[in-house]
């Protein structure tokens, strides 16, 4: 596996979840990880106790082929039978590093290219013909592949959407006392949004969202690293008059548990691949108000598991929103129809055996 960082995102809670899950069956040894960059070491887990190698190779900017003969060095050194990058300035380095090599190269889009600064975009979107395979994370996100044309997919296309361990969610919600810790008032509603502050999660328009919604008791809980807007979003938060309600919890760990001391996950994002926190809260019952962008709509049916919105419509935002808060008996309904759709259609074993397949059509014939 490469990643950019060890910092915990989506895309690399899901590959921590993967070894895990490796190290619980059994077989740690089918993996190891490189990360382009050490950045969010003290955020990771311990991989080590999974029995996963970890090798860093001192990549720092965003896109820098000045990586790509450490990167191809350090490939050389572990010798894999396959690699698996995840996100397109990773992608890019890897289909450098590994040119000329044969070995084989998944490669996972775990967004639609909006989401990535211009320069990233078109080296990622001009290089994926070099894949053997590339995953889309959503048909919402190969759709977007595959309108470059199926040869720029590399040789093959497939959707694997992203899956998470239900069982260890509510574990690790049940360890937490998020609302505790705030020191909340009794009777206080609570929203939230765990997602790095980047400008297509929209924490602005979640904001004017709590402003207009007008209600004395209800508190916003906004949890993630800051990638640029967390600034932007403490000063609105004042000019709205809601920094008193308005909690800036920055990175947890305790991910799970944030998500459990919400009454609703609010996702008013603009773009989106495949969301872990949508999946993780839906998975702990919570009723969720996102947008009807990227992945979403495969996950939540509007009305029966959740309520969706168009992106940018702050309108219908604000509606459905107060909607849920309005209606227990409905709030109720849609949590406990979400856990269902998620362990049903969105468990990790089922992701992971995906992968595994996938791995072992390209793997060498004697592996």
């Known amino acids: 596996m490469v990643l950019p960082h060890l910092r915990m995102g989506g895309a690399e809670r899901l590959v921590y979840e993967t070894f895990r899950l490796a190290y619980e069956v059994g077989h740690p040894e089918q993996y190891a990880l490189i990360a382009l960059s050490a950045d969010g070491a003290e955020e990771a887990p311990a991989l ?49 590093a590994l040119a000329g090599t044969g070995t084989p190269h998944l490669y996972t889009e775990h967004n639609l290219p909006e989401a990535y600064l211009p320069v990233t975009r078109l080296a990622n979107r001009w290089s994926l013909w070099a894949n053997d395979v590339t995953a889309a994370v959503s ?5 977007s592949v595959g309108h470059r044309g199926a ?106 548990a944030v998500l459990a001391a919400l009454d609703v996950l609010v996702m008013p994002s603009r773009q989106e ?23 979403i709509p495969q996950v939540v049916t509007d009305g029966a598991d959740g309520l969706l919105v168009p992106a940018g419509d702050e309108d219908a935002l604000v509606a459905a929103v107060r909607r849920v808060l309005d209606d227990p008996q409905l709030a109720t309904q849609l949590g406990a129809r979400a856990r269902h ?27």
């Not at 008193?244 to 760990?253: M, S, Y």
């Open 48 to 96: 080590a106790d999974f029995g996963v190698e970890v090798r860093t190779v001192g990549g720092r900017s965003r896109l820098d082929p000045r990586v790509v003969p450490a990167l191809r060095r350090t490939l050389r050194s572990l010798a894999p039978d396959v690699v698996h990058s995840h996100l397109p300035r990773v992608g890019v380095l890897v289909r450098l």
């Open 139 to 143: 048909a919402d996100v190969a759709r």
């Open 151 to 256: 040869r720029a997919a590399g040789r093959r296309l497939v959707v694997v959407p992203n899956g998470i361990d239900g069982d260890a969610v509510a574990r690790a919600a049940a360890r937490g006392a998020v609302r505790a810790s705030l020191a909340l008032p009794a009777g206080a509603e609570v929203i939230g949004l765990l997602a790095h502050f980047r400008p297509q999660k929209a924490h602005d328009v979640l904001l004017r969202t709590v402003a207009r919604l007008n209600r004395p008791r209800l508190h916003l809980v906004l949890a993630g690293s800051d990638e640029g807007t967390e600034g932007a979003a403490r000063a609105l938060a004042r000019q709205l008059g809601i920094a008193e309600r308005t909690h800036f919890l920055g990175f947890r760990r305790d991910a799970a």
């Open 273 to 295: 691949g495949l969301p872990v926190a949508l999946l993780e809260a839906m998975a702990l019952g919570r009723p969720v108000v996102a947008t009807r962008v990227g992945g």
């Open 341 to 367: 759709t998620v362990a049903e259609r969105f468990g990790l074993p089922a992701m992971v055996a995906a992968y595994q397949a996938l791995y072992a059509e390209l793997a060498p014939g004697d592996r």
